[in-house]
């Protein structure tokens, strides 16, 4: 039975440029690196940055991303710390609280976000989605 996400694993195409990214501007903690790759830590949760070769820095058409938990103290400074680093938005919000879709520097899609499921869920019984329900 699963009981949680052990980790997340990107493919990059270059390691220091995913670092700065990931540690210098996300926070991300970084816990170990090699010639290929590196650990980092998002809370709790692992990340790894392995480098790819064969990684086409495109991003996928659909709706698929991470979301990354941020306080909601933290949400607009750290949304106007990655614009001012010229980070690149792919979507506009438009569910319930604050979001902010961006990408990394191998396109992959990434989120702040700072709700909860519970959150979410009383807000989508609130707004009555037609099809939505409880199970």
Do not use: C
């Not at 438009?94 to 990408?103: A, K, M």
């Not at 709700?115 to 009383?122: H, S």
């Amino acid at each position: 039975m699963i009981n949680g996400i052990n980790h997340i694993t990107f493919a990059i195409l270059d390691l220091e440029r995913s670092l700065n990214f990931y540690v210098n501007l996300l926070g991300l903690r970084l816990i170990a690196k090699w010639d290929k790759g590196a650990y980092l830590l998002a809370g709790n949760q692992w990340i790894a940055l392995n480098v790819d070769e064969v990684r086409i820095a495109v991003p996928t058409g659909d709706y698929s991303h991470i979301s990354f938990n941020v306080p909601s103290s933290d949400f607009q400074s750290l949304k106007e710390k990655l614009e001012e680093a010229g980070v690149r938005s792919f979507k506009e919000n438009t569910s319930e609280g604050e979001s902010f879709y961006f990408l990394d520097p191998d396109g992959h899609k990434l989120e702040l976000h700072y709700n909860t499921l519970e959150d979410r869920l009383k807000w989508a019984r609130e707004n009555d989605w037609p099809t939505f329900k409880l199970v």
